[in-house]
């Protein structure tokens, strides 16, 4: 009975401990975490951008609203994961962003005034371009800020 008991308990242990419960130490530094978080955070963008753009031609007026909303929280995240010296590699940030921060900083403003327009149930989705939006907000950073081939160092 006793050995069968132990058995049970080991068996147990090791469950635990291959379900990731028990992890290994994160060997990721701060810079690395800070990249994957506006890596994260900008395909969360992305989604929720597409997913407003869709709302717009199936006539969703509340879903429209409601996408651009969630952008403007998502906009508040930005300027986190931009913590200084995270260069790593792989990222597509270019080093301006930190040359030029006030800028940088400016361009999430902007970015968050205009999704905040679009959250405004006053706002008229009928006059909503996405080409235009996309270009004045996503591409309006991205020319100045993000880098097309990822840095190594
Ligand atoms: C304030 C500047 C800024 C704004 C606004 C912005 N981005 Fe980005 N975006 C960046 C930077 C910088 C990176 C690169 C981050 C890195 O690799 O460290 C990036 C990365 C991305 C990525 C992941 C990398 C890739 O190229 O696939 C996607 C997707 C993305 N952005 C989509 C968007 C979309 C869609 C919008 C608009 C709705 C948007 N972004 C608005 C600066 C911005």
Redesign the pocket.
């Known amino acids: 009975m006793l050995k069968a008991r132990t058995i049970i308990i080991a068996t147990c242990l090791v469950l635990f401990a291959s379900t990731g419960l028990v992890q290994a130490k994160d060997e990721r530094t701060p810079a690395e975490k800070a990249?994957e978080f506006?890596?994260g955070l900008?395909?969360v963008?992305?989604w929720r951008?597409v997913k407003m753009i869709e709302a717009k031609f199936a006539g969703d007026k509340a879903g429209f609203h409601s996408n651009a909303a969630q952008?403007v929280a998502l906009s508040d995240m930005?300027e986190e994961g931009f913590i200084p010296d995270s260069m790593v590699d792989g990222?597509?940030?270019?080093k301006d962003?930190w040359d030029d921060w006030d800028e940088?900083k400016g361009?999430?403003a902007e970015?968050k005034k205009n999704m905040n327009e679009l959250a405004d149930p006053a706002y008229d989705i009928a006059g909503f371009d996405p080409k235009k939006v996309?270009g004045d907000?996503?591409g309006s950073?991205?020319r100045a800020?993000?880098s097309k081939t990822p840095h190594k160092n």
């Open positions: 990249y506006r890596d900008f395909n963008v992305e951008f952008l930005i990222t597509l940030a270019k962003i940088f361009k999430i970015f996309g907000n996503c950073c991205h800020f993000k």
